[in-house]
């Protein structure tokens, strides 16, 4: 009997060895935003609330002073002060509409806006297209340390993922994958370490549209995604562009960048 004992805490000392850790944004349990109740476009701003009240205490502080008494009001509030200024990419226009939403170089502007300290770490945003030499997993292993890292700097960043579909750009025969429509969601969970060679890392994150919190996986290309230079987001609760796919046309949720503390 001690034997067994013993060797069955051998076996389940190997088991938690082998079991990554899991890195929660600071206040992960933090209720999502819905888009929905301002916008159809307004993930952006409304990812903006989400990742600063999940975050540590000092961007909790600083979304706090956002006037309003609910989401809808606060999401609102940070269109009318942060979004409705001109665009880095085009001073002629505002930097968000309710058309076209919000391009990632203005949505890091207006997150550095809202920190109540300028002492406060700058936001970036990072880019997470596959180098011309650089392996899958390599890229992979790229994306999760960048990620990691916001994290643990206590502001969980903003993912922007894209809805692509394999098809004929206009004007051409020769197909490619295509941006059909972008989204932002913002990351609260992943693993602490990556086994070597892995090719895929679970995820927590918030869903803005509808205001969800969901869970999926980040992984490097497929058979059904070959050629694509961006990892893939399986994110099944996200069904973000599908009603502009094609029944025949191969899609996917591609992972182009993120912002963050990187």
Request: aromatic share 8%; with cysteine; hydrophobic share 40%.
């Amino acid at each position: 009997m001690i034997g067994n004992k013993y060797l069955m805490f051998f076996i389940s000392s190997l088991a938690a060895a082998a079991t990554p850790g899991w890195i929660s944004a600071p206040f992960a349990d933090a209720l999502p935003a819905n888009q929905l109740l301002v916008d159809g476009n307004a993930c952006g701003p409304t990812c903006l609330l989400s990742a600063f009240r999940s975050g540590s205490e000092k961007w909790r502080a600083s979304i706090s002073k956002i006037e309003g008494n609910s989401d809808s009001e606060k999401i609102r509030k940070i269109i009318s002060d942060y979004a409705r200024r001109p665009s880095s990419l085009d001073p002629k226009k505002a930097r968000w509409n309710g058309r076209y939403g919000i391009a990632s170089p203005d949505l890091v502007a207006m997150a550095n806006e809202l920190r109540s300290e300028r002492w406060m770490n700058s936001v970036k945003q990072e880019i997470f297209f596959k180098n011309s030499r650089e392996r899958e997993t390599a890229l992979l292993a790229r994306v999760h340390d960048k990620l990691s890292k916001s994290l643990k700097k206590g502001l969980p960043p903003i993912l922007r993922i894209r809805r692509v579909a394999w098809r004929n750009p206009e004007g051409s025969r020769t197909k490619n994958w295509l941006t059909v429509k972008a989204h932002f969601v913002v990351l609260t969970g992943l693993p602490e370490k990556l086994f070597k060679e892995t090719k895929s890392f679970k995820v927590t994150y918030h869903e803005p549209w509808g205001g969800k919190s969901l869970s999926g996986k980040i992984h490097i290309s497929d058979t059904k995604s070959a050629g694509i230079r961006t990892l893939i987001a399986s994110f099944p609760g996200s069904d973000i562009g599908k009603t502009l796919i094609d029944r025949s046309e191969p899609t996917c949720l591609s992972l182009s960048s993120a912002i963050g503390l990187f």
